[in-house]
């Protein structure tokens, strides 16, 4: 499974054709009723029929594209390996075992390998950004009691 590894930055060319774009389709979107909306390719004039959620998801990709930002799509029920997880984490590979081996993120063994859902992981990291939150409204709190921090 790969993650970063062909994500690049849109060029300007790329995040104006998809301002545009973003512009149309979401004009477009207001106008829909239908669950699976029909579209044609101009260039082969092929009508192809597409979900209306599919066509919500690109124009989020085509708004994220024209401000500059990398794209990469991850299906939510992958189970993915130690190593990618602790990739997605940006932590070692290491501690993400002693993570999931102390029971923070469930995992299934395949033969020997330890296995864990996307979704498990991405509970856990919004999990400890709401912890790590907490701790700097905390800390901020006890500084302004302190007067060491102006509001």
């Known amino acids: 499974m790969e993650y970063f590894n062909d994500v690049k930055k849109p060029s300007k060319k790329e995040q104006i054709v998809a301002m545009k774009s973003y512009n149309a ?12 909306p029909e579209i044609e390719i ?11 959620k599919a066509l919500k998801l690109l124009a989020k990709i085509l708004k994220a594209t024209s401000q500059g930002q990398t794209i990469s799509l991850v299906l939510v029920a992958t189970e993915m390996t130690t190593q990618s997880a ?11 075992v002693k993570l999931i081996e102390e029971g923070n993120i469930p995992f299934t ?6 296995r864990v859902k996307f979704e498990d992981v991405m509970n856990y990291k919004k999990k400890m950004k709401l912890k790590q939150e907490k701790l700097l409204i905390k800390m901020m709190k006890s500084d302004e009691d302190l007067g060491l921090y102006d509001s």
């Open 42 to 52: 101009e260039e082969t004039a092929e009508k192809i029929k597409i979900p209306l």
């Open 86 to 96: 602790a990739e997605l984490l940006g932590c070692s590979r290491p501690h993400f």
């Open 25 to 36: 389709l979401v004009a477009t979107l207001e106008d829909l009723h239908s669950e699976n």
């Open 109 to 114: 063994l395949v033969g020997r390998h330890r």
